[in-house]
């Protein structure tokens, strides 16, 4: 098994097999998410490839996907990153989108999970972008979420009305600390 880091040429070819993770992996509590919703996210995927700074990291295992994680940089305008910012903003935390690495997707096959994968490719696809600071949101219910905060995300707000809890990684330790979640 490697963990290898691509770029949008190479990670256009894997589609099929992060969709068929995807699914399995998010068909669990708390996301239960249906076959129907993968026309969406492969049209997601498709836009996100084109995105500044996309990285995606892969588990392999021979030539088969195991476990996956992608982002890009996040930027005004987009309707994710317009959320978060008006989410963040009341609090003077919308600061830490700038120049933010944004982790998008991020999954590992069932059978597969908790054997370590998960900490390899959250540690490679971090440390393959330049961002000063990474920002995401997760299920308030997730296991992600101990996941996360046991890897030095700090909650930074909520999407309003809905489930989904705000977090933030400073990556550069030089870079200004900006102000700091309460
Ligand atoms: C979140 C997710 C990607 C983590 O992947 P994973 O491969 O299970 O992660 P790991 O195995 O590295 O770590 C999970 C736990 O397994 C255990 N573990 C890690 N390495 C281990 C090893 N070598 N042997 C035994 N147990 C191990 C640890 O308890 C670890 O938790 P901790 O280090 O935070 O205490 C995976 O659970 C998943 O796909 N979840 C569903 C989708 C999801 O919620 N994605 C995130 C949305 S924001």
Not at 9 to 14: G, I, N, Q, T, V
Not at 39 to 60: D, I, K, Q, T, W
Not at 78 to 107: H, I, M
């Amino acid at each position: 098994m490697r963990v290898e880091v691509l770029g949008p040429r190479e990670a256009k070819d894997l589609v099929d097999q992060l969709l068929a993770i995807w699914l399995r992996a998010f068909a669990q509590p708390p996301y239960y998410v249906r076959r129907e919703e993968l026309p969406r996210v492969r049209r997601m995927f498709s836009r996100h490839l084109s995105e500044r700074g996309f990285r995606l990291a892969v588990a392999l295992d021979a030539q088969a996907v195991l476990g996956f994680g992608y982002g890009f940089l996040r930027r005004a305008g987009e309707p994710w990153t317009d959320a978060v910012a008006r989410a963040l903003r009341p609090s003077g935390l919308s600061w830490w989108l700038q120049g933010a690495f944004g982790l998008v997707e991020f999954a590992v096959d069932p059978p597969h999970q908790n054997l370590g994968l998960g900490s390899r490719l959250h540690d490679a696809l971090l440390a393959a972008t330049d961002a000063p600071r990474a920002i995401l949101t997760v299920h308030r219910e997730a296991t992600a979420l101990g996941f996360y905060r046991r890897r030095g995300w700090q909650q930074l707000g909520q999407l309003p009305a809905s489930a989904y809890l705000i977090l933030g990684k400073r990556l550069d330790p030089m870079a200004p600390p900006g102000p700091r979640p309460v």
